[in-house]
């Protein structure tokens, strides 16, 4: 097949035209007759005269040469040539963009990003496109979004691909891919093109309706950043701060780590790396009250992603666990009295004066609501469960319970005896509790012991049976049952472990109710949201790593969001993508050849013909 093809073969018939220009460059001149009395001086109108007569030998015919060559440029041009790329010509091909975070990454210091490199090449792809072509341009990070649908319209595509910029974000591609099984419902495509650095989850849980043309950009230089951070509170009640430190398997080998409390610098510590092997750091932070962390990498070399080169986390102010226990349920008040770390209250927070609690034990029935971030009814059956399970008075023991859920790690059950008897009414199962949203933790011989609900963004775990009337208070397994719920009523309230907060979503924040907060970014965009009644302010995009601060009245809050992923860091490239067991598509470093236009290309040659033509004509007739 000839690598050159024509949009517009209609255009050959201008063609036609090379044989009215010879036609018209034949023809004689017609002169008038005049008398003269001598013709010595009309010799040369006479050789002219004989240069000029049809079928004669041509003396000077550059100038026809010239305007043929100018006329067979033009007529190309209108047949509209390209140069091609493939089999097959694409009408119309979408195009995905990656902009997660390491396409932020340079291939060296001072250099081009791969988002920088990626839109050159859609530029080159785009002004190449013939006539009847169509590009959409898609572009992916953790979301997907269409940046413009299917179009001929250059400046509109220029437009878009312009708009494109990097998200602090790990890139999922199932999102993107989706977005054009959608497109190839209306307008049929049979190919997709991916742009990326390759540093994408290896597999795909899409089906393909076209092919995927995966295009892997050249890697980015060495880099190193913070891949995990994250806080325990110890027995001294300080914080035990953890900084994991990685890089890709060029990254700089000597780095320092540098640590600083609302600013002030309380810390450091100089890192050796390993290739593919991270460092992990431990920093003592005193507790007492609430207080931003920073945490910097200066690296000794170059480093091509500056995202990952800054973590924040926000611990929390020192203070004890808030419990709240009935005062008819005296074994939990027995097991919770010798634990430290803890206030319990007895009577209900509206008399005690406690503005939270963290940690509330309830006996059901007894009409009392308090929030908490973790409630335990004990001894009956929710009003909601009560067609389905009730408590009979024959005695049962505990059959199996879920040993890998937090409040019963390390529970043993199997030698407890129960007086009461929780069951399932006639027809009812565990299916019909699972529809009401809980989980069954416990079961019973005839029926569920203890269940886990989670609703509103609080958790609560329902005992169906008095332990008072049971073996389980004397068991080793109970205190430790308790304690299991003041390690998650502790995590829960966020006093004893705290996790640095990673782009996406902001976490959700606790603020006055129903009032409004202007989110400032850190790229200076500015967002407006109002909390909920309960003051509960979440879904705030973070796309950016930075420092966000919340202001509203006379609050000002700032929370710092890190990029805290290891597959951005260490910029590993996929070497294929595993759509299945049976489809999968191998990278590609090279530049994928498309159509290339060249009607300008001829254009411009006529025109330089053309100034040819008119610099030998206008030489001739100055000479």
Partial sequence: MSPFGFYSLTGAWLFLLIGPLVLFYFLKLRRPRVRVTSLALWRRVMADKRVNSPFQRFKRNILLLLQLLLLVLIVLAAMQPYLRGRASRIRRLPILVDC??????????????????AKRQVHERVDGMLPDQEICLISFSGRARKRCGFTDNKRALRAALEEMSVEDVPSSLDEALRIAQALALTAPFEEVLLITDGNLPEDVAVELPFDVE????????????????????????????????????DAPLGLRVLLSQDGQSIGDQDVTLVPGNGERLVFRVDGGESALLEVRLVPDGPDSLPADDVAWLRIPRSRPLAVYVDPGLAAFRHALAAMKGLVVYTDPPSESGASDVDLAILAEGSGEIIEAGLTVHVGGVPQALGKYVSVGSGGTEVVDWDRGCDAL?????????????????????????????????VHGRRGPLMLWREHGGQAAINVLFDPARSTWPYRIGFPIFVANLVEIAMHEAGIAEIQAARTGVLPAVSMLPETSYSCHAPNGETSERTTDASGWLSGLPALQAGLYRLKGGAEDRAFGVSLLNLRETRLAAAEELRFDEHLSVEANETVVKAESSLWATFVLLALIVLLVEWWFYHRRAGG
């Fill in 100 to 117: 997660s975070a390491s396409m932020a990454g340079l291939d060296k210091p001072g250099g081009v990003s791969r988002l920088a490199e």
């Fill in 214 to 249: 995966f295009h892997r950009l050249a890697p980015a230089g060495p880099n190193c950043g913070i891949t995990a951070l994250n806080a325990e509170k110890n027995r001294e009640g300080s914080w035990d701060v953890f900084v994991q430190v990685d890089g890709s398997h």
């Fill in 409 to 441: 790690r390390h529970v043993e059950l199997r030698d407890v005896v129960l007086i009461e008897s929780p069951e399932f009414s006639d027809g009812a199962h565990e299916g019909d509790l699972e529809g009401e949203g809980y989980e069954v933790l």
